[in-house]
Each structure stands twice: as C-alpha cells, then as structure tokens.
C-alpha cells in the first residue's frame, strides 16, 4: 500500500479529464498532478480548429495514458480505479489500495451504457459506449447475420448506418426514430445527396421561409428538448439497400421493447428476443444503444447533490455541492443557471470544455483567486461530419424551448444546408451543413441578438453578403 501527496487529483481519462489535466499543465506546471485512470489508454484531441469564437472542431484517438508525462512534468499516473472519496479529510482510496491525499479532484468518470436487463450474463449482447466501440462491433459482426439493434438515438442511427452485409432488426421504443442532429430537411438533403445530382439540379438554391409552432408535427413529433424526431419512414429510403440474397438489410420495428433475451442451443441463431408486442426474434448479437447515465461506481463518505438526470450537480465553475470536489463531462450535470442560447448535451465538445473550466477553478481556488465562467458556456455549438458534410449546429438549432418560432431554409442540392431559426426577429439558432462559410455571422448573431427584420428573407441570399450590412 502506497500513499501519495498531491495538490491536483484527476479521476478519469477520458475527454474531461485528460482536458483537465492538460489545461493543468499550463496553468501550473510546476505543482503535482495526479491522475487515476482505469485503463491504459487515455483520450488524445488533436487538429483543433477554430471556425469562429466558440465552434471548435477536433478529432478524438486513443493514445498510451504515459503521453501525458510528456506535457505536464510533475504528473503521476495510476492505473486503477478509483473506490472511495473522503471528501472531509481529503483522500482518495484506489482498489488496489494506493491513498491519496489531495487539495482539489475533479471527478471525469463519463458514463456507463444502459444496458438492457439480461446482459450482464450475455456476452452476445453488447452496449455502445463511443464510436471507437463501433469500429470494435464491425469485426465481431463479421461472423454474425442478424443482428437486433435496441434503442432510438444517433448512437443506434450511426451503428445501423456503419454496419454492411449482415441483416439488421432495429427495435424502436416510440413511433419514431429521433436522430439527436438531424432534423427532417437536413434529413431530405442527406437522401437527395445520396441520389447524386440525378436530375442536374445540382444549381438551384432555394429559400423557404415556414412559421412553426411547438405543435409541429413536421418539425418536432418528440417535443423534448434535446431531439428532432424524424417520422418513421426517412431512415427506410435512406437505408433500402438488399442484401446478396435478395432481402432487405433492414427491418425497423416501431413501439416496442425488448422483454428477454434467451441463449439458444442448437438452433440457427444464438439468440431468441422476446418483443412486449408477443414477437419473437433469432438473431447472432444484440446491440443495446440506449445511452448513458453517469458513472459514479465509487463510495463517499458524503453524498453530493445530484442532478435531474442523475449527474453530479456542478455549479458554473464545475463545483460539486462538496466544496473542493469538481466534476466534468458526462458524469456531470450542469445545474447552473444556463444562457438563453446554452444546453447540455453530452458530448466531446461539452466534455472538453468542462474539463478546462475545472481546471481552471481548481487552479483559482490553490491560488486563492477568483475566476469566472468561460465564455463558451454563452452559446451551444458542435461540429461533427455526417455522411461526409461538415454539419455545425448552434445554439436552439431545433428550436428547442422556444415555442413559435419562423424558420429561414437555404439549401443547394448536394452542396449545403442551412437552416436558421429565428424568433421575435431573432437568430435563435442554425443547423449548417456543408461549407458555408457563415458560421461566424451566424455566431455574431445569435449572441449579440441582432435584429434582423430589416434584412428579411435576404439573410440568406447568396447575393447579398449581410455581413457587409455590419461594417
Ligand atoms: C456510441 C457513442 C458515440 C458517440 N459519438 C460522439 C460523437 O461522434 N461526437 C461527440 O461529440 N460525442 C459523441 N459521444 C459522446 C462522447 O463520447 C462523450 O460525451 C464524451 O466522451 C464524454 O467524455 P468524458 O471524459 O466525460 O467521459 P468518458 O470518455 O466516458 O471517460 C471516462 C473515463 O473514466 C474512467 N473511469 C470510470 N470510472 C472510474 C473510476 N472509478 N476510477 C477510475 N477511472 C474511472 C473510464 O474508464 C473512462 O476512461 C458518443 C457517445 C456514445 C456512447
Ligand atoms: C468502476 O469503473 C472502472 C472503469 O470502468 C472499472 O475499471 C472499475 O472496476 C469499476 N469499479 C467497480 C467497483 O465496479
Ligand atoms: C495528442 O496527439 C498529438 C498529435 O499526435 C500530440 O502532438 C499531443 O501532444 C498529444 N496530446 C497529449 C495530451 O498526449
Ligand atoms: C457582434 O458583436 C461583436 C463584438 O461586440 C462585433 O465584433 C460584431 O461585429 C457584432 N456582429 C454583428 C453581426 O452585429
């Protein structure tokens, strides 16, 4: 049994914390850092780039966690877990008994998959936790023809989509399938870019201006916030590809769960599901795609206040309620008074700016200073490529919250998407996909709140460059 002294203590290398430990490294090299990771491979971010203040673009690889020392000289790794917190006295207690006597921790310990029941015992069931592990599915399919797919977000889209050459049943919840980034015009740009430039309309632009309300089935058949719901049938065109034999790859099966999942012996398939509608279906794997909850799976001698979503409750500088105890990523829910163009959602970016904005309250707090909240937090930005677009969504991008509001549509068949969602004369936000090259105006914007009904519909003339009206 070790023991340890530390004034930084960092649980977790993913995204947050390897953020966290790299913005430490700038701050205040010269103190000790400690980071406890389970696995030996850390999160690396790398070709960052700007497209305007607050939209960042980056890509995510593993990376050996020792790369770490490399950047921060006073850097100790352990390679365990962590299994208690005494947040009073201030140490932390690893499995294999290492203590750790720290000043400040930041927890970045992500989240688990939900799992359906039933499959702690399965190894043929499997949950998703990144698009790293998608890449790890492919080649266990490879031995596989059928599979069953459960859950209703973009994890379960991409895997359906990311998946060739074995048949698929993909089990639904609600009467939809709700793609977390693409709302139902982006969705018809996709099929019409699939189509390659068929009928030599590859020129027109068009700009559409519709009033939504709320009640919008086109827009928003799920009215929760954090989606768009697509109706049950774009994903069908976009995926109506047969397989050699002549079948459908894919069959969706809408409003129901899965109730077992029983291992066979001696039957074609290894697996037997049982749907709450009475069906039965024999497939090789089940992928469970359900999303995450936070993953706290250590003890403490003193609860801190969580979130709605079960999260640790952070404060606007990634505080927990226990004071000296920070949190980032996804195991964090952020319960601070948000910016009228801010959500959470969980993902790389988020993580990624959390972990910084700990960072550097912790460092405030060693040095006794005061810090405020980083400017990123003022608009919700994410980039991220689909089918080989670059897609940019800011701010209300679907209009989440908002009540009625107009929507402003350019699209250029095969080349760009933009939609800007606008209320009270007001960019509220934008879903951009391809090069645009408005994601900056846009930004201005939205976060300066600029009135834009002198302008009209000519927002989005390709003609008229409104930024000029700014100069
Ligand atoms: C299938 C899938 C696809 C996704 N695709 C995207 C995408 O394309 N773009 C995007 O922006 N986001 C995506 N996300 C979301 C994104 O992966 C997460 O938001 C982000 O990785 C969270 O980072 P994190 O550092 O908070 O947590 P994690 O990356 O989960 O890292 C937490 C780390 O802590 C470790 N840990 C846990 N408990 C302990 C413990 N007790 N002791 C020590 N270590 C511990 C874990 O082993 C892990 O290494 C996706 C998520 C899923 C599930
Ligand atoms: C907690 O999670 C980590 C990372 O997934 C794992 O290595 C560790 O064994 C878990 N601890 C417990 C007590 O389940
Ligand atoms: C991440 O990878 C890049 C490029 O390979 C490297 O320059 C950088 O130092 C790495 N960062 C960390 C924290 O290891
Ligand atoms: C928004 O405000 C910023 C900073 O005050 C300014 O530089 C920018 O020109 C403004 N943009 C618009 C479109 O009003």
Redesign the pocket.
């Known amino acids: 049994m070790s023991e340890i002294t530390t004034k930084y203590l960092v649980v977790g290398g993913g995204i947050a914390g ?1 953020t966290c430990v ?1 913005t430490l490294s700038i701050l205040h090299p010269e103190e000790k850092l400690v980071v406890i990771t389970a696995s030996s491979l850390v999160k ?3 070709n960052v780039k700007f497209y305007a203040k607050t939209i960042v673009k980056f890509d995510v ?1 593993d ?1 050996e966690a020792s ?2 020392l ?2 921060h000289p006073n850097l100790e790794i352990i390679y365990d877990s962590l299994k208690y917190l005494n947040t009073k006295n201030k140490i932390a207690a690893t499995e294999e008994g290492t203590v750790i006597k720290y000043d400040v921790v930041c927890i970045c310990t992500g989240g688990i998959p939900k799992l359906i029941s039933d499959s702690n015992k399965c190894q043929r069931i499997l949950g998703i936790r990144d698009t790293e592990s998608v890449k790890e599915f492919q080649d266990k399919l490879k031995n596989g023809r059928k599979m069953l797919i459960v859950g209703n977000g973009g994890i379960a889209s991409e895997i359906v989509h990311a998946t060739k050459g074995i048949q698929k049943v993909w089990v639904v919840r609600d009467d939809y399938i709700s793609a977390t980034f693409v709302d139902p015009g982006a969705a018809e740009f996709f099929q019409e870019s699939f189509k390659k430039k068929s009928k030599d309309q590859s020129d027109t632009t068009t700009i559409r201006r519709h009033i939504f309300t709320e009640e919008d089935t086109v827009v928003s058949i799920n009215k929760n916030l954090k989606s768009a719901a697509l109706g049950p049938d774009w994903y069908r065109k976009l995926e109506n590809k047969k397989s050699e034999s002549g079948e459908h790859e894919l069959e969706i099966i809408y409003k129901v769960e899965v109730e077992s999942v029983v291992e066979t012996e001696n039957k074609e398939y290894a697996l037997e599901v049982k749907l709450t509608n009475g069906k039965t279906i024999e497939c090789d794997f089940v992928i469970s795609a359900t999303g995450v909850e936070p993953a706290v799976n250590f003890s403490w001698d003193q609860l801190p206040r969580r979130g709605d979503d079960g999260g640790l409750a952070v404060n606007e500088l990634q505080e927990t309620s226990i004071k000296d105890v920070f949190a980032a990523g996804d195991v964090a829910c952020a319960s601070w008074q948000h910016s009228p163009h801010w959500f959470q959602l969980r993902l790389w970016t988020q993580a990624r700016q959390m972990g910084a904005m700990a960072a550097k309250a912790m460092h405030a707090r060693i040095i006794n200073e005061d810090v405020s909240q980083d400017f990123c937090f003022e608009l919700f930005t994410h980039c991220t490529s689909l089918f080989g677009y670059r897609v940019v969504l800011l701010g209300k991008y679907n209009g989440q919250g908002l009540g009625d509001y107009n929507i402003l549509l350019r699209t250029t068949p095969n080349e760009e998407y933009i939609k800007c969602v606008q209320k009270d004369g007001k960019l509220q936000g934008v879903i951009l996909i391809g090069e645009t090259g408005v994601e900056e105006m846009c930004e201005n914007l939205i976060l300066n709140q600029t009135v834009l009904t002198p302008f009209g519909d000519d927002l989005l003339n390709p003609d008229i460059d409104i930024e000029d009206f700014f100069d």
Do not use: A, C, P, Q
């Open positions: 390897v790299e690396n971010v790398s690889k990376t790369s770490l490399r950047i």
